[in-house]
């Protein structure tokens, strides 16, 4: 192992054995963590090639168990955020591509930190359940197209124990690290192809374009080395998506999106990572033919019916669904206020992310129990013009003594202002192979 | 500790402070392995400043027992070498300086791999020991001047700890970790000023002039900051020292270069590095007035004379000094003899060291047994002209089945050319602050 550590740290390449023996030596335990994140630290200086960044990405995917979708019909396309605030896009595109057609069989995780996760947003939903077996799990994808579960405990063991020491060894910032261990676990889950939204910006994981779009393309790469077929969207997370954070205040905006209510930001964002999955999916030929079929199933309604079908098939209430305002409330509420008059310049979403956790949105620790109820509806964003004393944002908690906890950081959120700032993109690139 | 470590990888200089809670954290074990490793590693890339340098060693240096030498009349000069093939230059400084009226306060190491170790030579003289306490130590340093003992368990732990992490972690070889590690030790003995035998060449930790030039300026650097006289002489290392390789025969050679009939280049580097030790000492003006002094002591016999009462004074038994034929033998011994005819273009001091240690001279793993006659005489050296089948060196064993094991190595560090190799310099630079 000494020398395989010597070997990466003057710049050679290592070969696809000799990362076997590292990484089933690490998972085994026959090789130490201290030499583990010693090597770590060198592929922080060294980078990988895309052979190297391939090579590790398809040894941790076969560490642990590999999802077999075979028995589902049709190609089944997966979409990935490398974590965002306000993000609830998985909650919108898993019905409505599901309602076009194209097979969703997702594995979610939990939120940590300043983002939230999939499947906390759904547990706000009474009686959803995401534990299910495999059968359940495929036969639902077959009958209705969409099932959402939680992540396997064996899945990319790997991963999961180098993440853990990356975490703690100041080697999680490698753009090859991130991509083979996002490509191992979006592969063990058995997607053909998979749509990637890299977002860019405060509360992101890449702080500049051009980190997101060298991540892109090591994550085209793996796929193509790999065989299967990966689109990366680059997405601006300068403020927060939408105008909610929180669990079921996320879930409320997203039935209205469904409905074609939305926000714009969103569905913007929706309709382009849809329209990707649903020509991966070879449901539609174009982007334009398959943004035209997205807006029809919203408008005709059978988007909603497609998450009312699902929440139905997973245990949930659907009743909470025909009538948000019956989904988790707080019993306490504070309207946060501008401090000035202006534009809104910044609106840092890592920030917004922040609160959201002290109101009782997120989870600080792992074992953090969540407040459904809890979060943040944003009334202004970037770009619009408040009066002193204007109404910013709600904020809502079922425990009065996080308004304070959660106002230092809404008051980091925000710059306001004397000159209107210029208007940013959402959609900054699209990277196809 | 992670954001030290990110802080380190970033580029930023470490404090104090930080240095102190990462070392104290590391022996107390509330930091772990793994984190100081990929710690190391960021050192590795980013290398340290002198202040941080400086701080590591002074850290270090208190992480156990400082000797107090406070006690010896004088100014105590100690003298390190970074580890050489043949060299049995501490035999020879010690008792000559000690003449000279330095006192020579020493604590000195084992050997280990193709180096061998001040303490295994001295313990090829039967009777001879090297553990005593505090007070005979300083007792006998006051009555005759000199004193060797082993190194206490407890000196510098901290470093101790950190190369053994290094060592397996592919951080050994960078030069502030290095020179941090050798001054922490020197300075722990107590010296009040220090020369430093920096080897350049095969077998040799500093394989270019310019990182042993790096070395020696680190070295005086951190000297100067802690307030203590340092001088670094930078030695080639691309040949061993003198003509034997070996214990007994190092002791032998000892005793013929203390008398005035050693081999040149020997003689050469005891002179250079004795002459330093005279004037940090005190005892001469000037590096010529040294010199004059010590080739005096060797004529007159005052040298050999201490170096007999060292040995009485520490139970060796004299007898072998003056016969040095009664030192420990061998069963038996093979002539290695030239495979063509030329000149010694190469003679890889690694090689014979190696050679030496398959022989049993040295040790292969901490815990193997040495054979305290097995070793080498050269009979050429480079710039020699040798014909097919002479004589090029003697190999010495107690176990017959090494020689064929040790050939191995002879063959690979002899290289004969057709042209006379250009004379290289023994001293290369004298570097001081």
Known sequence: ??????????????????????????????????????FLMAVYYEGMTSDETANLTDIMMRSGELIDLSEIEGVKVDKHSTGGVGDKTTLILAPLVAAAGVPVA?????????????????????????????????????????????????????????YALRDVTGTVDNISLIASSIMSKKLACGADAIVIDIKVGHGAFMKTVEDAEELAEMMIGIGSKMGRNVIAVITSMSEPLGFTIGNALEVKEAIDTLKGNGPDDLTELCLELGSHMLVLGEVAKTQTEAVVILKK?????????????????????????????????????????????????????????????KLGAGRETKTSVIDYGAGIVLQKKIGDYVKKDEDLAILYSNNFANFTKAIKFMDSAYTISEEKPSHKPLIIKTITR
Do not use: W
């Open 106 to 162: 997702k594995m979610s995780g939990r939120g940590l930190g300043h983002t939230g996760g999939t499947l906390d947003k759904m547990e706000a939903i009474k009686g959803l359940s995401v534990d299910m077996t495999r059968e359940e799990f495929i036969d639902n994808v077959n009958r209705i197209k969409i099932a959402v579960c939680g992540q396997n405990a064996n899945l990319v063991p790997a991963d999961k124990k180098l």
């Open 1 to 38: 192992m000494v020398e395989l550590i010597i070997k990466k740290r003057n710049g050679f390449e290592l070969t696809k054995e000799e990362f076997s023996s590292i990484i089933d030596g690490f998972v085994s335990g026959e090789i130490p963590d201290y030499q583990v994140s010693a």
């Open 297 to 357: 199933l919203i408008d005709s309604g059978a988007a909603f019916n497609k998450f009312k079908e699902f929440v139905k098939a997973q245990g949930g209430d659907t009743n909470l669904i025909d009538q948000p305002d019956l989904l988790p409330d707080t019993k306490f509420s504070e309207i946060y206020k501008s401090k000035s008059e202006g534009y809104i310049s910044e609106l840092n979403a890592l920030d917004i992310g922040l609160a959201s956790v």
